[in-house]
C-alpha cells in the first residue's frame, strides 16, 4: 500500500500526540487528526504538510461530516478517543459508557464508509483483578471489586466495541494498553501526574489502592503502534481480527503506589506524607497477564524514577499542576 492515510481519533491525547508525532517524524503518512479540543502540546505537528487536524466532537454523528467532506480516503483508523481519566469513569460510569459507546459506533461507520482498517487502543481493565484472570475472550465480564463500578463500566464499554469489532468484518486490531507512562502525560487520574500533583499542590498523596503495576515508557510503546502500522500495510496477518497487549512484560520495573508516591516526595525533596484508603482492595496487574498476547512487548523497559523526576519537570515548566 502506498499514499498511506492515517485517521487517528484523540489525537490530542497524551498517547495521540505521541503517535501522530513519531508517525510524522518517521514516515510520509498523511496523518488526519481528530479530538475534541488539541492543546499546545500539538500546535507545532501544524508545520507539517501531511498533517491535518479537526476539531470534532467524536460522540456527534453531524460533526463527522467535516471529515467526510474534507478527506477521501482512509486506509487505517487509529482509534485512541475515549472518555478520559480514572476520575471520569469513576465518578461517571454512566455517561463514560453512553460517550463511550457513541464515539465508538461513529467510528465504526465511519470505518465501514471508507473500508478502512481500524487500530481500537483497548485497556488492561478487560482482564479485571491480576491475581485470579482469564484469558478467555468476550465471555468474562470484570468482578464487581475490579477496583470499583466505574472502572468496571469502563472496561465493559471496551469488552462490547472489541465484540462488535470482531461481528462487524472489518479488519482489527486491538491493542490491551498496560501502564503506558510519560514525562508529559498529564491525564487526571493517572497515577504519576496525580501523585506529583498532590504533592505540591497539598502536601500530601492519598493512596486508594497499593496494587502493583509494570510500567511502560510512551517512547517504547509507540514504537509497538509503529510495528502494528507496518505490519498492517504490508497484510502479514491471515486473519482480519486479533489482539495484542502493550506494555512491559518483564518484572524488571514492577512499583507498588507506595513505591510511586515515596518517589515523588523523595524527586520534590519533600517531607513524605501519605494517607491511606481501602487497603483491602489491592490488585496486582503484573506481566504475567501481557504475556498472553505478546508479539510486540518485548522492549519496553523503563526508569520509573527517571520517568517520574520529568515528568516533575515538565508539570512544574509548563504549569500543568492543578
Known amino acids: 500500500m502506498n499514499d498511506i492515510n492515517i485517521l487517528v481519533t484523540g489525537a490530542g491525547g497524551f498517547i495521540g500526540n505521541n503517535i501522530s508525532r513519531y508517525l510524522l517524524q518517521n514516515t510520509k503518512h498523511k496523518i488526519y487528526a481528530a479530538d475534541i479540543k488539541f492543546d499546545e502540546r500539538s500546535d507545532d505537528l501544524l508545520d507539517y504538510m501531511n498533517y491535518r487536524r479537526y476539531d470534532i466532537d467524536l460522540t456527534n454523528t453531524d460533526d463527522f461530516f467535516v471529515i467526510y467532506d474534507n478527506i477521501k480516503k482512509i486506509d487505517i483508523i487509529l482509534h485512541l478517543a475515549s472518555p478520559i481519566g480514572v476520575n471520569n469513569v469513576t465518578n461517571n460510569p454512566s455517561d463514560t459508557f453512553v460517550n463511550g459507546t457513541l464515539i465508538n459506533n461513529n467510528v465504526l461507520l465511519l470505518a465501514h464508509k471508507y473500508n478502512s482498517k481500524i487500530i481500537f487502543t483497548s485497556s488492561s481493565e478487560v482482564y479485571g483483578e491480576g491475581k485470579i484472570y482469564s484469558t478467555e475472550e468476550y465471555l468474562k465480564i470484570p468482578s464487581a471489586n475490579t477496583e470499583i463500578f466505574g472502572r468496571g463500566s469502563y472496561a465493559l464499554q471496551k469488552l462490547n466495541f472489541e465484540y462488535q ?7 482489527s486490531t486491538i491493542l490491551r494498553l498496560f501502564n503506558v507512562v510519560g514525562k508529559d502525560q498529564n491525564t487526571p487520574g493517572m497515577i504519576i501526574p496525580t501523585m506529583i500533583n498532590d504533592a505540591i499542590t497539598k502536601g500530601s498523596i492519598t493512596i486508594i489502592n497499593n496494587g502493583t503495576r509494570s510500567y511502560c515508557s510512551v517512547k517504547e510503546a509507540i514504537k509497538q503502534f509503529y510495528e502494528v502500522i507496518n505490519d498492517i500495510i504490508e497484510e502479514k496477518f491471515n486473519d482480519n481480527f486479533r489482539i495484542f497487549n502493550i506494555g512491559n512484560p518483564n518484572n524488571s520495573n514492577i512499583k507498588s503506589a507506595l513505591d510511586i508516591a515515596e518517589i515523588v516526595f523523595k524527586e520534590l525533596k519533600l517531607p513524605v506524607d501519605i494517607h491511606y484508603e481501602n487497603t483491602n482492595n489491592e490488585f496486582n496487574i503484573t506481566a504475567r497477564i501481557l504475556r498472553d498476547h505478546n508479539k510486540y512487548n518485548n522492549n519496553c523497559e523503563i526508569n520509573v524514577e527517571n520517568i517520574i523526576k520529568e515528568s516533575i ?10
Open 313 to 322: 519537570d515538565f508539570s512544574l515548566a509548563t504549569n500543568k499542576l492543578k
Open 165 to 171: 469489532l470482531k461481528l462487524s468484518g472489518i479488519d
